[in-house]
Structure formats: structure tokens, C-alpha cells
């Protein structure tokens, strides 16, 4: 697997406001996501090492590093192009609609099930929404990045409820965090995601 790279984001580290303040958004990418970079990094050049020669690895901390920060890099991915400036009136297209509607019952239905799955997160993890092989929607919960299956279903919609996510602006508020979350939601973007337009 070749290394991975830390992109930009698709705005400035301002556009988010006042839902997620600036000095959120540059330490959460640029320390937070950083860090993931690296140690996805560290971990394949460790397991590229063995490839070479005969070296002895605890595999058990290379899996561990691996899937945690290769994981946290793939998620934070997806979650700075599930975002974009605050829109007054946000909502998806209507053919993604008409899919939620299928799976959840309603939007508000969604957004109910999707902000109390974050809301209950123990400590630090997301809530995902996804797709399954069968091109289903499900939502899900992960905690910290890593004790998830990539191979069951691919995250389309995520939110970062670890408290660097929020914390500066909303102490322990996560509610409200989620909340305000909802309107920085690119719904274009998990379009895309699901039907590749
Ligand atoms: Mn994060």
C-alpha cells in the first residue's frame, strides 16, 4: 500500500462558522488529521521493512496502529468533504431523499436516529452513515476509528464526535454541536457518494 497524504480542504478554515470555529477546523487538520497521516505512514513503512528483509514486527501493534490512524485518515477524509459553508435552507436532492425515506421512514426520522447515534457514542467515535453491498443505507457507530469493518459497508455521511471536534466551541455540548452540525451538511457531496452523481 503506498503512503497517504494529508489533503487540504475543500474551503478555508473559516467557512465553517459559526457552526465549527476556525481554530477548530486548523488544529483538527492540520495536528489532529496530521497525526493520522503520520502514523498510517509509520505503520506501512514498518510492514514495507518486512516486505524487504526478515524483520521481526509486533504485528499486533502494527494492526493496531494501522487500522486505527489509517481509519481516522479515511474518515476525516470523508468528513471535511461532508461539510461546506452553513446554508439557511439544507437538505438533500430528491432522489437521495426518496432513499433515506425508504430506509429511515423520513428525513426527520433520519436525522433523529443519525444525531442520537452520535450523541450516544461512549467517548471518543463517529456516527456513519453507509452503504452495504447491497446498496442499502444503515447507520452505524464507530468507536475511536478503529473497531470498524470497512468491508461490511462504505461511510457516506460522518460526523467527528470526539471532543476535539467541538470542544473549544461547545465544552460539553455535544447535543449542540450535532445540532448546528446538521446545517453544514454537503448533501451534494454524500449524493455523490451514493450514486456517483
Ligand atoms: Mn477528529
Known sequence: MKPVVLS??????????PVISG???RLHHSQHHANYVKGTNLALAKLEAHK???????VR???RDLSFNYNGHLLHSIFWQNMRPPQAKNG????LLAKIENAFG???????LFSQTALSVEGSGWAVL?????????????EKHNLMTMVSFTPVLVIDVWEHAYYLDYHNNRQAYIKAW????NWQDVSLRIFGV
Do not use: C, H
Not at 453507509?130 to 464507530?142: I, K, M, P, R, Y
Open 106 to 112: 423520513s428525513l426527520a426520522q433520519f436525522r433523529k
Open 8 to 17: 487540504s480542504l475543500p474551503y478555508d478554515y473559516d467557512a465553517l462558522k
Open 52 to 58: 524487504q528483509s526478515q524483520v521481526d514486527l509486533n
Open 23 to 25: 481554530s477548530i477546523m
Open 182 to 185: 446538521w446545517s453544514v451538511v
Open 92 to 95: 438533500p436532492t430528491d432522489k
Open 61 to 63: 501493534e502494527i494492526m
Open 130 to 142: 453507509g452503504q452495504n453491498a447491497e446498496g442499502e443505507l444503515v447507520v452505524g457507530q464507530l
